[in-house]
């Protein structure tokens, strides 16, 4: 399984962008994918997950309402659009696809997983 994100870049606090995902044609579609994220000198966290249809999501605190995660099942490629961004949202976000078709907070549940897009948010 091979995924690509992109679409981070700099951007001013209150802005938006929109990142994406691409899993190659071997993903099993059937399991939930996640995004994830790393700022410098921090331990990985969670930022959102879906589950297999595209239906049931799980946002952590910090992005509710901000956040929207999104997955197109047929073309294998999910989203994450970001709104009214702040600082401390500056990170590396990587996607990962689960080991089941429910969407997991935690990293253990996610088995592939593809370099990161940076996304920068100044203030």
């Known amino acids: 399984v091979q995924l690509q994100a992109s679409g981070g870049g700099l951007v001013q606090a209150g802005g938006s962008l929109r990142l994406s995902c691409a899993a190659s044609r071997r993903t099993n579609s059937n399991n939930a994918m996640a995004w994830f994220r790393q700022a410098p000198g921090n331990e990985r966290e969670f930022v959102a997950a879906?589950?297999?249809?595209?239906?049931?999501?799980l946002y952590a605190e910090s992005v509710k309402g901000r956040f929207t995660i999104s997955r197109d099942v047929a073309g294998n490629t999910m989203y994450l659009h970001m709104n009214s961004l702040k600082p401390e949202d500056t990170a590396v976000y990587s996607c990962a696809v689960g080991r089941s078709s429910v969407g997991s907070t935690s990293v253990r549940n996610y088995n592939y997983w593809g370099h990161g897009t940076l996304v920068t948010v100044s203030s």
């Open positions: 879906i589950d297999w249809r595209g239906i049931n999501t």
